[in-house]
């Protein structure tokens, strides 16, 4: 595969422009973006969870795992190093006038070169008021999501974090915030989407005896919290350094502990 031009492929056979045509169309469906290294995912058994579930709340048809497995495997191909893969669920047989009906699903996986797993400034974030539609579901309506991004940079600061009408915080643009209050990490209660990074950085810090809990956090409260860290498919683990005026601390001890947490789960082949 020439590493400049990215894998496309629709239920395992190379897409066509007629086959995405649909996508500029009708912007309905979901997705989920993980890192492949050497054939392995990290929390692949959740990446299929998700598919799974989105599909069958979106489309009202269920889609095996093994089917996702096998239009991942085809597109991957065997390669070997890190690359990044994304699954997107939609149907070409959706009739949008009759949208209460089941529709098959397609799967479309694109496959490119793996950004670098590890970035080490903190970023600034600005807070916004916005709750995404069906926060549970990691779908295709990402347009506020970039907006408010881009308001944010605008504004001077790098990324947006939103909160609901009480503010309190509920989720990056594309990523899960959470909180060290210098004994436990606090993941705020509110309506967001539960990442898979974030599901395995549980699942490490309670392999690894780290306290953790869910609770509401205010904006108020943030004068609380020691640090505030950053994780998503991309970037495991990254530093806040500060939320509208409120800053924390980027400590690398920290940062080191939540990497070996995260990496204490086992890539599972493709």
């Known amino acids: 595969m020439d590493e400049h031009v990215p894998v496309i492929e629709l239920n395992g056979a190379p897409a066509t422009v007629d086959d995405l045509r649909h996508l500029v169309q009708t912007n309905y469906g979901h997705f989920s973006a993980m890192r492949v290294e050497d054939g392995g995912v990290r929390g692949l058994d959740l990446h299929l969870a998700r598919i799974g ?14 089917r996702v497995r096998g239009c991942l495997r085809h597109a991957i191909g065997g390669r070997a190093g890190a690359w990044s893969l994304r699954v997107n669920v939609f149907s070409r047989a959706l009739n949008r006038d009759c949208l209460a009906a089941a529709s098959e699903p397609d799967v479309l996986v694109t496959v490119a070169p ?17 709750t995404r539609t069906l926060p549970h579901v990691k779908h295709v ?35 899960n915030i ?13 309506p967001r989407l539960t990442g898979i990074s974030m599901q395995l ?5 309670a392999r690894n005896g780290v306290e953790a809990t869910t609770q509401n956090v205010s904006l ?8 505030a860290f950053f994780t998503n498919s991309s970037v495991p683990v990254r530093m806040i350094s500060c939320i509208d005026t409120t800053a924390f ?19 599972q082949p493709v």
């Open 114 to 130: 793996a950004t670098p797993s590890s970035r080490s400034a903190p970023l600034r974030i600005k807070s916004f008021r916005y």
């Open 141 to 175: 309506g990402t347009f506020p999501l970039f907006h408010f991004r881009r308001l944010a940079q605008q504004a001077g600061f790098d990324d947006a974090v939103f909160v609901d009408e009480a503010d309190n915080i509920e989720e990056g643009s594309i990523w």
């Open 53 to 66: 579930s989105a599909t069958l709340e979106l489309f009202g048809v269920p889609i095996g795992h093994e």
């Open 178 to 190: 959470g909180f060290y209050d210098g004994g436990r990490v606090v993941w705020p209660d509110a």
């Open 249 to 267: 601390t980027s400590d690398p001890t920290l940062i080191a502990m939540f990497v070996q947490c995260y990496e204490s789960n086992p890539a």
């Open 220 to 227: 108020s409260q943030l004068g609380q919290f020691r640090s």
């Open 201 to 205: 950085l549980q699942a490490g810090l």
